[in-house]
């Protein structure tokens, strides 16, 4: 017998020995003692539950989807309709985030979801531009800032997946030191798509009834606004819709101009035709003005058009329970929620809120979606929607890379090539990238709606974006000042970087805007909204998330004109 297995018989006999010699008399398993193998004694764990301590103690990656439909009016009526678009496309989203997918991925998902259904403003049932075609315009971000983007681009069902395209290609190298393009608008757009294998659809598949309908309202808006008033075709009359346009076409074209720069088809502008106020006074002269605008009439531009106002306290619905992550409370001294809820959700009918650790309380709060199994319902036509605006999101994947991007179909009866802001970036759409030398890796991303050509004056996303990053807001005479309370710089961004910019406060066109901005940091990922319009719908979820938590923003009677709210997700 050699050596070495002498030394295994005097091994095993050492352990007998240690096994008869306890004190209780019981045989015990000691702790160290091992076959002999070949690893380490380093590599070996202890038997004492450590490792299962370990395991339950550690704390899986989270990524997170946040959403919005767009800043305007929703209405009362049609409000499940787009917390239910949000909620689909949260968890849509989410699914991609769970299995690995990468945040641009998830962008992309939510928004194509929101093109998807016609009571937004995003590829299917967009708005009808002057000679009836749907041009649509989107963006997307990635982490480090790099953008992809397409503009007034038609026959595209998906505008985003465009975007995401061109931002895949802009990092592959070109021959002779080209610089691939990161933005590409109309016919330049469209043969990108073609090139890139996308399918190009014809205009008609984009159109909805609704579109169709609000398409032979503007035109007879114009006609009136020439003095060349004709009775109203029927609704949904799209034939002879194109009949009266084909008349007057030249008239058209040559009162546009004036048109676009007045803003009659502008967001947010109180006379647009499609507004409430409009209606008011061309169908049903006697009836008020909206009582949710602060402005003196709601939004323009909808999916759905009606003859009659909302009611001002809409009905209260089931909320959505079983969320884990933190939530704000909101301040009702200073406005009152719109509808009533006991949920533990992010409240945006205050127009100042606070982090804490329980769902808010007190008044009513936002409305939810009760359930987002139904079947799909169809848009009510007796209480318009006046939204005629960008959808947008926010991801932070499991990696922790955040991405954002917009979508928009623009203004209705917009001059053919009109690029609006979602197809801008630092526009509609801005990511601050983390610092190199920032050990905790902060990074913001912001998404805006409203009227664009007033969010381009301003650079609002941009502008939003560094506020929040660097905690500042305007003081006087124009200088930065530190401001370490975010619903502060929030309501500064809106009141003073926006509606007292000299280019929005002069205009003819009212300053409307919606931001939605996420900022991540090792504490958590916070999000933020405030909006100065009627209305702003949205949606946010963890990967700890059962279900998404949606809220119907509203700006309350008595409040300072601007609606905010929070919530933070713990990871």
């Known amino acids: 017998m050699d050596s070495s297995s002498l030394q295994g018989v005097d091994d095993t006999n050492r352990h007998e020995k240690n096994i008869q010699n306890n004190d209780d008399g019981l045989p ?104 009836g075609t749907v041009e649509c315009d989107a963006t997307v971000v990635d982490h480090l800032g790099r953008s992809g983007a397409c503009g007034a681009v038609p026959n595209i069902k998906n505008p985003i997946a465009l975007a995401k395209a061109i931002l895949n290609g802009s990092s592959k190298p070109l021959s002779l030191r080209r610089v691939p393009p990161n933005l590409l608008i109309g016919d330049g757009a469209k043969e990108f798509a073609r090139e890139s ?37 029927v609704p949904g009359d799209y034939s002879q819709a194109n009949i009266d346009y084909n008349e007057a076409n030249h008239a058209a074209h040559r009162d546009h101009t004036n048109a676009i720069l007045t803003g009659t088809w502008n967001e947010g502008q109180p006379d647009s035709p499609g507004s409430p106020l409009h209606v008011a006074n061309t169908m049903t002269p006697q009836s008020p003005k909206s ?28 909320f959505i329970a079983g969320l884990s992550s933190e939530f704000l409370k909101s301040d009702s001294s200073i406005a009152s929620p719109s509808s009533a809820t006991g949920a533990p959700l992010h409240d945006g009918t205050g127009s100042n809120v606070f982090l804490g ?19 799909r319902p169809k848009p009510i036509d007796d209480d318009a929607d006046k939204i005629t605006d960008t959808v947008g999101a926010i991801a932070i994947d499991i990696t922790g890379k955040i991405a954002a991007g917009s979508s928009s179909g623009g203004i209705g009866m917009k001059h053919r090539g009109r690029v609006g802001p979602a197809a801008l970036v630092g526009i509609g759409t801005a990511v601050i990238p983390a610092d190199r030398e920032d050990s905790e890796g902060v990074t913001v991303a912001a998404v805006t709606s409203g009227t664009g050509e007033h969010m381009a004056t301003t650079m609002a996303s941009q502008k939003c974006a560094e506020r929040l990053y660097h905690g500042t807001r305007r003081g006087p005479g124009g ?93």
């Open 479 to 571: 200088k930065d000042i530190a401001e370490d309370d975010e619903s502060l710089i929030l309501q500064g961004f809106i009141v003073n970087d926006f509606q007292e910019h000299p280019g929005v406060r002069y205009s003819s066109s009212t300053g409307a805007i919606g931001v939605m901005v996420v900022k991540k940091s090792p504490k958590g990922y916070y999000l933020y909204f405030a909006h100065n319009t009627d209305s702003f719908a949205l949606a946010s979820m963890s990967s700890n998330d059962r279900e998404p938590a949606c809220v119907m923003s509203r700006v309350g009677e008595g409040s300072a004109g601007v609606a905010q709210g929070a919530r933070k997700i713990a990871i």
């Open 291 to 318: 009582p949710l605008s602060f402005l003196g009439s709601s939004l323009s531009g909808s999916k759905s058009q009606a003859t009659k106002l909302s009611s001002p306290t809409p009905k209260p619905s089931p």
């Open 197 to 233: 294998g996308m399918l190009l659809i014809p205009n008609d598949n984009l159109v909805s009834r609704n579109a169709k309908d609000r398409y032979i309202r503007w035109q007879e808006d114009l006609k009136r606004a020439e003095g060349k008033a004709t009775p109203t075709p």
């Open 28 to 131: 015990r398993i000691i702790k160290r003692l091992r076959s002999p193998s070949l690893l380490g004694s380093d590599d070996i764990p202890f038997i004492d539950g450590a490792t299962d301590r370990w395991g339950k103690r550690r704390k899986w990656p989270v990524s997170a989807i946040f959403i919005h439909a767009g800043a305007g009016y929703h209405s009362t009526a049609n409000e499940s309709i787009h917390l239910e678009a949000c909620n689909e496309a949260a968890r849509l989203s989410m699914r991609l985030l769970r299995s690995g997918h990468s945040a641009i991925d998830a962008v992309e998902a939510a928004i194509k979801s929101l093109e998807d259904k016609e009571i937004t403003n995003a590829g299917y049932g967009s708005n009808l531009a002057i000679d």
């Open 357 to 375: 650790d329980s769902p808010f309380s007190g008044n009513q709060g936002p409305t939810m979606l009760p359930n987002c199994n139904k079947s």
